[in-house]
């Protein structure tokens, strides 16, 4: 079965610093893809970053990267120069590339706190 | 262009009641999915809609729950004879290629279900 494991329930981070949220994986597929999405207190699912477990290099999409370590199962997500926007709760999820096509298999969330 | 799109926003309903939910995808996606998110929890995976290829429902808790769509339009979750722990808000998202490479998918608002 399909697992994603986010251990930190909450975090907590000043405006301006980095800040890394753990996530690991659990799969014996070869190909997948994972994912990170933002849900702030309005409820929208909002897309992030994504990594393919093929992909050499590690995903950067402006302030968000995706730390992967293929061998450690592991895909943490990196905030650079939080901003008091970035507060929300964050997922990390990962689809298959074979099976139930594009499912997401869901973690069960970090909640974010940016403190000026 | 639109996003996708749910209704209602909120529903209330008695125990035992069925209710309906839509959701609108984005025009020419040809995927839909329908998650479930309990309050404090990760996203569960419920249904799988591609193109007319025949659902995957694996996802689905009972056969108190059903959902259809009509080609690559409109879909509806249905939830019969409801019970307390159907409340959660159930989110519909789209992709226009699922399986390979990114298959990013976009979620709609949210449908808050509350079973009293």
């Known amino acids: 079965a399909q697992k994603i494991t986010q251990t930190q329930p909450g975090m907590f981070v000043q405006e301006k610093e980095a800040v890394t949220l753990d996530c690991t994986y659990d799969t014996s597929d070869q190909s997948y893809g994972l994912f990170w999405y933002k849900q702030p207190s309005s409820g929208e699912m909002i897309f992030l970053i994504y990594?393919?477990?093929?992909?050499?290099q590690n995903a950067t999409e402006g302030r968000y990267s995706l730390n992967f370590q293929k061998a450690r199962k592991s895909a943490n997500l990196v905030i650079s120069a939080s901003q008091l926007g970035d507060s929300a709760m964050y997922f990390c999820?990962?689809?298959?590339?074979?099976?139930?096509?594009?499912?997401?298999?869901f973690g069960r969330g970090t909640q974010l706190t940016v403190w000026p | 262009g639109a996003g996708v799109s749910q209704s209602p926003s909120n529903k209330v309903t008695e125990k035992g009641k069925d209710v309906e939910l839509r959701c609108d995808p984005i025009s020419g996606h040809t995927a839909l999915y329908w998650y479930r998110q309990r309050l404090g929890q990760g996203l569960e995976f419920l249904i799988y809609f591609q193109g007319n290829s025949a659902p995957d429902k694996s996802g689905l808790p009972s056969d108190r729950f059903s959902a259809e769509r009509t080609g690559e339009s409109v879909s509806t979750l249905t939830i019969q004879r409801t019970q307390q722990e159907d409340s959660a808000v159930y989110l519909c998202?789209?992709?226009?290629?699922?399986?390979?490479?990114?298959?990013?998918?976009?979620f709609g608002p949210g449908t808050r279900l509350t079973v009293t």
């Open positions: 998202a789209s992709s226009s290629y699922p399986g390979q490479g990114m298959g990013e998918q976009y």
């Open positions: 999820a990962m689809t298959l590339h074979g099976s139930t096509l594009g499912r997401l298999y």
């Open positions: 990594q393919g477990s093929y992909d050499e």
